[in-house]
C-alpha cells in the first residue's frame, strides 16, 4: 500500500497504477465491497459481538435488534458473528483454492503452448482433461472418503478443479501470442522459450488471467458453500456461510432473515470480486491508463 | 452527366472533426482516384456516401446520388440503396467474405435482397456476373468456398458481388493493397473494363500513386480531412501545383541517397553464406497409413552477402521469401543446408548460440505488432542486449547506449520512457531498427519493413536506413514485394518463386534486362509512375 501511495505523489509517473485504479469505477465499488469482507473476516480473529458458537436456545431465531444486530439462529447463535467468522473460511477457502490453480495451472499452459504441437503439451493437455472431468464436487467426495470432511480437504478439491481452468486459459491465451512479432524479435535476441514466456507471454495474457481469477474466485466461494451445504466443508462449530444457509433451509418460512444474511454475504462477495475484476482488467492495461487522462 | 456530387461535406466522430468541407463529384463512366496518406479521410468520405458510418458520427453538408440527397434517405431507404444503386470493394478480400456459403450464395445474396427474382433466376445472374468478372464456370463454379480460392479470386467474387445488379456507383477502398503485383494488375483491368461495359461511375480509394496514374480519369488529393487539390489525372501530376501533391509525388518515386557500394575489400569474409537452404513443412496426414507428405517452401536456396552490401529479395506472397528469412534466423529448423554468419555456423537445430545472434536483427512489417505493449522504450530496444549475457551493458552505459541507438534513429532520448502506442507508425518503426541497432549487429533483415508505411514515411525510413548503411557497415537483406523500393536501396536483388530464386544479379541490370520470365513478368505487373504519366501523355 505505502509503495502505490508513494507512486501516486511522484510527479514524473503520472500515469502509476493506483491512480488508474481511483479512475475506475467498477474497481472502487467492488473493492469496497471485498474489502468490507475481507476487514470483517480480519477483524473477527480479535473480536465478535458474541462467541460465535455459544448457544442461547432461549433466545433462537430472534429478528435483527440492538443486541443482535443480524438476529440469532435456531441454537440462538449470533448470526453477526457467525457472518464474521464464516467470511474467513469463505474467503480462505477460495483464495487458497484459486491460488493453487493460478500456481499449478498457468505454468502448465504456458509450456504447453511454448511447446506447442509437441508430446508435452498432448500430455499436458489430456492430463488437463482427465482432471476437468471430475466435477469438484465429486473430487470432494473423493478426498472425504478417503481423509474425512473438513475445510482444508474442501480447499484441496476446489483447488484442483481450479488448475485445468487455468492451464487451458493461459494456453490459448499465449498460443495467439506466440505468433507475433515481437515474439520473433525476442526469439532473435537470443531469448530462450522460459524467458518469453515469463518476460513477454505472462504479462500479456494477465489481464485474461486476473478476470479468470476473479471468477473463479466467487465459484470457489461457492463451490465451498456447495461443499459445506452437503456437508463435506468445514466441520461444526465452525461457521461458513455455505454450512449456515444449509442450516437455515427448514426454518425459511420462521425466520427467512437466518437464510438470507448468509445468501445475502455470498451474493455481496461474488459481486464485489466480479467488479474488482473488470476494473482490473482495465487498469493492468498500459494503452488504457494513459488516454484515460 | 454527374452521378454523385458530394457538396460541403463535414464529419466529426464524437467531437474529433475528420472531414472538413469536401466537394467532390463523379460523373458516368469515369474514375476518380482518391489519393492521401492514412488518417486523411478518404475512406470516411467513401463510407459516408455508403452511410455507414461509425456510432457517434456527424455528417453535414450533402451527397446526392442522381440528384437525390442521400443524407435525407432513412436507414431503410439506404438499404435498397447499398448494394443496388452504390457497390462498394473493401480492401481485405480474405474478410470480406463469409467462409461458411458458397461464392454463388453470396453473389445471389445481392440478388435476392434488392430484387423480387426466384432463387434459380438469381443463381442463373451471380453465374452470369462471375463470368464477367473472369472466374469460368468450369473452373469456378458455384458451390465453390471462399478458402478454395485464392486471394485475387477472392477479390474477384467481391467485385462481383458488388456489381452484380449493375449499380450505378461502385466505391473501392483499397482493393489492390492487399494483393502481390501481378494480381493487383490483373484486378485493375477488371475494374477498368467493368467500368467501361457498364457505364458506372467508380471512386477508386489508394494511397499508390503509380496505380490511380494509370487508372483514375481525374484525381483528388485528401489531406486532413481536406481536398488540397482535384483535376484531370494528367494534369494534376504533370503540373503538380499544390505542395502537398509535390510532396507525394516526390515521396513516391524517392530514391535514397546512397554512395555507390563499394568492392568487398580483399580477404574479408562474407557476412552471410547461406549454401543450398531446404525448409519443409509436414502436411496433415491423408491417411493414416501412408506417411505424412512434405511442402517444401524454401528449396536449395544459396545466398551471399558481403559486409556493406544491401541485397533485396522479391516475390509474390507464398513464394518463401519469409520462411527463407526465419531460417536465416536459425528460428525454424533446416531440413537441409548451411548458414555461416560472419564467420560462426549457424545450428539450425539447436538454435543458433548467442555469439552468433549477435551479428544479426531484424524488422517486421507491421510497426503495430512488433513491440510487446506492456513494455517502455527503454526495455524493448534493450532486449538484444540478452545476447552479450554478462557483458551487457549496466546503469549509465545502459542508458547512453539507449540514447545513442534513439538518436541514430532520428529520436530524442526521452522517448526512452514511453510506452509503444504513444508513437506514430513511423515512429515505431524508427524503435524497431533502434532495437536492430542497439548490440552493432553485421547483418539486419528488413522483412517488409517499409510495405506498411506510408509514402512519406517511407521516404524517410528508406533515407534512414540508406544513411544507416553506408555509416555504420551495416548489411540488409530487404524482403519485399514493392519493386521499386527494392530498386531504390539495394545493390543486388534475388527474385524468388515458388521456393526457388529464379534470378539474382545487381539491382539495376535485373531491373533492365530481366532474364527470366517470371522476372520480367513481375516487372511489367508493377505500377509505375513515369510509364503510367507517358502513356496518357502519348494518349493525348
Sequence with gaps: MTVEIAKSIAPEKPDSLWRAALHSRSFVIGASITAVFVLAALISFAWTPYNYAAQDIPNKLKGMSAAHWFGTDHFGRDVFSMIMVGARTSIAVALVAVGMGVVFGTPLGLAAAARRGTLLDEIIMRANDLVFAFPALLIAVLITAVFGPGAINAIIAIGIFNIPVFARLSRAAALSLWTRDFILAARVAGKGPVRISVEHILPNILNTLVVQVTIQFSLGILAEAALAYVGLGAQPPIPSWGKMLADAQTLISLAPHVAIIPGLAIVLTVLGLNLMGDGLRDIFDPRSRRSRQ | ?540
Design chain 2, 1 to 540: 452527366m454527374t452521378l454523385l456530387a458530394i457538396k460541403g461535406l463535414t464529419l466529426d466522430i464524437a467531437g474529433t472533426p475528420i472531414l472538413k468541407g469536401i466537394d467532390l463529384s463523379v460523373a458516368k463512366g469515369e474514375i476518380l482516384g482518391i489519393i492521401g496518406e492514412s488518417g486523411s479521410g478518404k475512406s470516411m468520405t467513401a463510407l459516408s456516401v455508403m452511410q455507414l458510418l461509425p456510432d457517434g458520427a456527424h455528417v453535414a453538408g450533402s451527397i446526392e446520388l442522381d440528384g437525390k440527397d442521400l443524407l435525407q434517405k432513412s436507414e431503410r431507404e439506404m438499404c435498397d440503396i447499398r448494394g443496388r444503386d452504390v457497390g462498394m470493394v473493401f480492401q481485405e478480400p480474405m474478410t470480406a467474405l463469409n467462409p461458411l456459403k458458397t461464392i454463388g450464395d453470396q453473389v445471389a445474396e445481392t440478388v435476392l435482397t434488392h430484387t423480387q427474382t426466384s432463387r434459380a433466376d438469381a443463381a442463373k445472374i451471380a453465374r452470369e456476373t462471375l463470368d464477367r468478372v473472369g472466374l469460368g464456370a468450369e473452373r469456378f463454379p458455384l458451390d465453390r468456398y471462399p478458402h478454395e480460392l485464392s486471394g485475387g479470386q477472392r477479390q474477384r467474387v467481391v467485385i462481383a458481388m458488388a456489381i452484380a445488379l449493375r449499380p450505378r456507383l461502385l466505391i473501392a477502398d483499397e482493393p489492390t493493397t492487399a494483393l502481390d503485383v501481378t494480381t493487383q494488375a490483373q484486378i485493375l483491368m477488371l475494374l477498368k473494363r467493368l467500368v467501361d461495359e457498364d457505364g458506372m461511375g467508380m471512386i477508386f480509394i489508394t494511397h499508390d500513386l503509380a496505380v490511380v496514374a494509370g487508372l483514375a480519369d481525374r484525381v483528388a488529393v485528401m489531406r486532413h480531412g481536406e481536398i488540397v487539390e482535384t483535376g484531370e489525372t494528367a494534369a494534376v501530376f504533370r503540373e503538380l501545383k499544390h505542395p502537398y501533391t509535390r510532396a507525394l509525388f516526390a515521396a513516391s518515386s524517392h530514391v535514397p541517397k546512397r554512395e555507390p557500394p563499394q568492392a568487398p575489400e580483399a580477404g574479408t569474409a562474407p557476412v552471410l553464406e547461406a549454401a543450398n537452404i531446404t525448409r519443409d513443412y509436414r502436411l496433415p496426414r491423408k491417411s493414416l497409413f501412408r506417411p505424412p507428405s512434405f511442402f517444401r517452401a524454401v528449396d536449395d536456396v544459396s545466398l551471399t552477402i558481403e559486409r556493406g552490401e544491401n541485397v533485396g529479395l522479391v516475390g509474390e506472397s507464398g513464394s518463401g521469401k519469409s520462411t527463407l528469412a526465419r531460417a536465416i534466423m536459425a528460428l525454424e529448423p533446416l531440413q537441409g543446408g548451411a548458414v555461416v554468419l560472419d564467420g560462426e555456423t549457424l545450428n539450425a537445430v539447436a538454435g543458433a548460440s548467442q555469439k552468433a545472434r549477435r551479428k544479426m536483427q531484424v524488422v517486421f512489417q507491421d510497426p503495430y505488432g512488433s513491440f510487446n505493449p506492456r513494455h517502455r522504450v527503454d526495455r524493448l530496444i534493450t532486449e538484444p542486449f540478452h545476447l552479450l549475457g554478462s557483458e551487457a551493458p549496466a546503469g549509465d552505459e545502459r542508458q547512453r547506449r539507449i540514447a545513442e541507438a534513439l538518436e541514430t534513429v532520428g529520436l530524442s532520448p526521452e522517448d526512452a520512457e514511453k510506452y509503444p502506442h504513444e508513437f506514430s507508425g513511423g515512429q515505431r518503426q524508427r524503435i524497431a531498427i533502434a532495437r536492430a541497432l542497439i548490440i552493432k549487429p553485421a547483418l539486419i533483415i528488413l522483412d517488409e519493413a517499409v510495405s506498411a508505411l506510408d509514402v512519406s514515411i517511407r521516404a524517410q525510413i528508406l533515407d534512414l536506413l540508406a544513411d544507416l548503411s553506408s555509416r555504420l557497415k551495416l548489411s540488409y537483406l530487404f524482403i519485399s514485394h514493392d519493386l521499386h523500393v527494392v530498386r531504390s536501396i539495394t545493390d543486388r536483388v534475388l527474385v524468388m518463386k515458388a521456393g526457388k530464386i529464379v534470378e539474382s544479379g545487381r539491382t539495376g541490370e535485373v531491373f533492365e534486362n530481366p532474364q527470366h520470365a517470371y522476372t520480367r513478368e513481375l516487372i511489367a505487373a508493377a505500377p509505375s509512375l513515369e510509364a503510367a504519366l507517358a502513356a496518357r501523355t502519348a494518349q493525348a
